[in-house]
């Protein structure tokens, strides 16, 4: 059993967080302000190879592995939320292509996901379909041999809507099994197809800079080859590639409370009242130790998880276990890091206050973790 980062892990997360220090939190603050996607960021963040990070190299990507990735992840999202939301939605995508993919579907996506030149989205919710995600009223008919029309649409999708957007992957009911469940396909949608329009940008609490886009499919006619993987087969498809995402989710929540314990350890040492700093009281102290026990023994489970994805061994309830447990640990973080930043955490140019407002949607985003408790409680054979 190893314990151990290899020296190529630790030269990852040591070059992902200079520049996180250097480049991201600069930007962090511009986007928290203005709400514009980090397109300069993005570049520079792609010209080192990271937008490509898990793509194999035969298309240009750095085909790294799971829980490298998860590493660098942390250095990120400790930094920037948002930025680590629109890597993880460009990768969990352009993982479905490199897995599902035809020949042909790799070689025209792959190596301009990997560049950057393209920002990836994954479109599945609905108004009336979100945690049961098989309640999918968008449909796909088959328009002759050639072709497949799709009617629909779609909420909150991340990355939909910026000027580098496209090679969307849409999920669309396509028939009805004798069960009286959809069946559901994935399908590759071009920015620019005649029938798919954006629709409103969601204003956000947070994650500001991340385009989340209501998407219209009006007649959209596509070609019979952007059928993305099996017909009927999409949900499975999709929710396998979910496992990854859950991990970093688990990752994202080591990230918000490393966050939150080093903003907290600074500001009660720094404060004073009662003529003590106010990291010498007890109360204080407790909510700083559990701060730093949770994002230790997170960030471990959480990469004990990344190892088994990396190995390719089943980790479905492991990865929901992750999810759940890193992201209610993080909410709890938030909450005592305002409380210890007492009347100044409701400030925005603390950035405690930012952490708080980021907090609670890693709780809902990625399979809220009601459903992710259901999943473990299948994994007992309930
Ligand atoms: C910022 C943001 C970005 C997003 N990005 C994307 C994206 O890129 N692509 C995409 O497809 N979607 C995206 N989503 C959608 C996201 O995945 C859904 O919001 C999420 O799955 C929950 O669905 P819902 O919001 O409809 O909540 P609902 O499903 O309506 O759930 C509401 C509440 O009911 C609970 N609940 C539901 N069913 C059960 C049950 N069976 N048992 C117990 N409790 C239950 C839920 O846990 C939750 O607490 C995004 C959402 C947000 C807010």
Redesign the pocket.
């Known amino acids: 059993m190893h314990f151990e980062m290899t020296p190529d892990q630790v030269e990852l997360q040591r070059m992902v967080r200079d520049f996180a220090l250097s480049e991201i939190a600069p930007a962090q603050e511009q986007m928290d302000r203005d709400h514009d996607f980090p397109a300069e960021l993005w570049r520079k963040w792609s010209d080192l190879g990271m937008a490509g990070i898990m793509i194999p190299q035969e298309y240009g990507g750095s085909g790294i592995d799971s829980l490298s990735y998860v590493i660098a992840m942390e250095e990120v999202a400790t930094v920037s939320q948002t930025f680590a939301?629109i890597w993880q939605?460009h990768v969990l995508v352009a993982n479905m292509y490199a897995g599902l993919g035809t020949a042909a579907q790799k070689e025209r996506w792959l190596p301009v996901f990997a560049r950057g030149e393209k920002l990836a989205?994954?479109?599945?919710?609905?108004?009336?379909?979100?945690?049961?995600?098989g309640g999918v009223r968008t449909r796909a008919a088959r328009d002759g041999n050639d072709a497949w029309v799709i009617n629909g649409n779609?909420?909150?999708?991340?990355?939909?809507g910026t000027p580098i957007s496209d090679g969307l992957v849409v999920?669309a009911a396509t028939g009805d099994r004798p069960n009286g469940k959809r069946a559901i396909s994935s399908f590759i949608v071009e920015a620019g197809t005649p029938g798919f329009k954006l629709g409103q940008s969601?204003s956000?609490m947070a994650?500001h800079g991340?385009d989340?886009r209501e998407l219209v499919f009006e007649d959209c006619r596509i070609p019979a080859e952007n059928l993305l993987g099996q017909e009927g087969r999409g949900l499975s498809q999709a929710l396998g590639g979910l496992n990854l995402g859950r991990i970093v989710f688990g990752i994202l929540g080591v990230a918000m409370i490393r966050a939150c314990l080093e903003e907290s350890l600074a500001y009660a040492k720094g404060r004073h009242q009662f003529g003590q700093p106010l990291s010498s009281f007890q109360l204080t102290q407790a909510k700083l130790a559990d701060m730093a026990t949770h994002a230790e023994t997170v960030r471990r489970f959480v990469h004990y998880v990344a190892w088994l994805h990396a190995q390719g061994r089943e980790c479905h309830t492991e990865a929901a276990m992750a999810k759940l447990i890193g992201t209610r640990l993080s909410t709890q973080a938030a909450l005592d890091a305002y409380q210890i930043h007492g009347g100044y955490g409701f400030m925005h140019e603390y950035k405690v206050n930012r952490l708080h407002r980021e907090s609670k949607?890693l709780?809902?985003?990625?399979?809220?973790?009601?459903?992710q408790?259901?999943l473990i409680a299948r994994g007992l054979g309930c």
């Open positions: 939301l939605v989205a994954f479109g599945l919710t609905e108004p009336g379909a979100g945690s049961d995600a779609k909420i909150f999708i991340s990355n939909a999920m969601f956000k994650w991340m989340n949607i709780e809902i985003g990625e399979g809220t973790n009601e459903i408790q259901l």
